[in-house]
């Protein structure tokens, strides 16, 4: 199964790359910079595929927000914390928001909704959307690229000493959990302050 895949990724390496990073992201970039390790994908390539994707799939969320608005209201009515939390956010911060907006977790999807939603130029967003995919793109690619030895060692190591990686997942799992009821009590104190602004 997992030559098959492997297999898979060469043939069509691109092609699923610039759709996984459309749909998701990182492990599929991690992904990516081990084939260039390997010789299996250009570095020049992958950078441009997996930018291209991530810009594209922003765009489809900002389109979006921007003309179907009563669909993203019925399909996202559940979330509108992370839309005040959003808004507030671009508020404060403007560009700079959508620049880091795919490093922000939780809010990946909702910010180019609420980007196209709040009527934000398409040309200004078009442009930092880009700039931001393609840096995104580079920053998880070329480190792992030029570390590959390490990381497949570490992996071929972790198959054959799987019971040494327990006590570092539980602490991983840890630290998420943590990161996760930091991330809430935050974005509570923000909403407040909105509330307290209105």
Same mark, same amino acid.
């Given at each position: 199964m997992e030559a098959e895949l492997l297999d898979l990724m060469r043939q069509y390496g691109y092609i699923i790359l610039f759709f996984w990073s459309i749909l998701e992201g990182e492990s599929g970039l991690v992904m990516a910079g081990l084939f260039v390790h390997t010789g299996d994908m250009a570095l020049v390539w992958a950078i441009t595929t997996a930018g291209l994707g991530a810009f594209v799939g922003d765009q489809i969320y900002f389109y979006l927000g921007r003309f179907k608005k009563e669909y993203v209201i019925r399909k996202f009515g559940s979330q509108k914390r992370k839309f005040a939390l959003?808004?507030?956010?671009?508020?404060?911060?403007?560009?700079?928001?959508?620049?880091?907006?795919?490093?922000?977790?939780?809010?990946? %999807?909702?910010?180019?909704?609420?980007?196209? &939603?709040?009527?934000? @130029?398409?040309?200004?967003?078009?442009?930092?959307?880009? /700039? @931001?995919?393609?840096?995104? @793109?580079?920053? /998880? +690619?070329?480190?792992?690229?030029?570390?590959?030895? %390490?990381?497949? @060692?570490? +992996?071929?190591?972790?198959?054959?000493?799987?019971? *040494?990686?327990?006590?570092?997942?539980? &602490?991983?799992?840890? *630290? *998420?959990i943590g990161f996760i009821r930091r991330r809430s009590a935050r974005s509570k104190v923000l909403k407040s302050r909105s509330r307290s602004n209105v």
């Open positions: 959003a808004k507030l956010l671009l508020r404060e911060y403007g560009g700079f928001i959508i620049f880091i907006q795919r490093y922000l977790y939780g809010l990946r %999807t909702i910010l180019p909704l609420c980007i196209g &939603l709040m009527g934000y @130029s398409p040309r200004y967003f078009a442009i930092l959307n880009g /700039i @931001s995919a393609f840096c995104w @793109s580079a920053i /998880i +690619i070329v480190p792992v690229w030029y570390f590959g030895d %390490t990381i497949l @060692s570490l +992996i071929a190591y972790a198959k054959t000493h799987w019971y *040494f990686f327990v006590p570092v997942v539980i &602490l991983g799992i840890g *630290f *998420f």
